[in-house]
């Protein structure tokens, strides 16, 4: 039974080693770019990225934590991203250090 694909609220512009740039939309396609087109193998965010994307295929993450992972991982092969950062409205968790909520 395939997986369904799902799309991102945002989607990510990369500009690639060739000088294009190519837009993402969904897991499917940065997975796809991830495991058969990226420029270098074995970096550490490269690695989390395909994890949280296949995560997010079979139901266990929200698609905005593999989006993030995925810009991550581009930002460390080198590639130029021409996304805009997350806006506040779109942060689902915060977490306050102890220390500054006690602060006096």
């Known amino acids: 039974m395939p997986?369904?694909?799902?799309?991102?609220?945002?989607?990510?512009?990369?500009?690639?080693?060739c000088?294009?740039?190519?837009?993402f939309t969904s897991i499917y396609d940065a997975l796809d770019f991830?495991?058969?087109?990226?420029?270098i193998r074995h970096g550490q965010?490269?690695?989390?990225?395909v994890k949280r994307c296949r995560r997010v295929l079979s139901g266990i993450i929200p698609a905005e934590i593999a989006r993030e992972?995925?810009?991550?991982?581009c930002l460390e092969a080198g590639l130029s991203t021409l996304t805009s950062p997350l806006k506040p409205r779109d942060v689902v968790d915060v977490q306050i250090p102890w220390e500054v909520?006690?602060?006096r």
């Open 3 to 17: 997986l369904t694909d799902v799309r991102w609220t945002r989607p990510v512009k990369v500009r690639l080693q």
């Open 19 to 23: 000088g294009l740039e190519h837009t």
């Open 34 to 39: 991830l495991e058969n087109e990226w420029p």
């Open 45 to 49: 965010h490269h690695e989390q990225a």
């Open 69 to 73: 992972a995925f810009v991550v991982a």
């Open 101 to 103: 909520l006690h602060h």
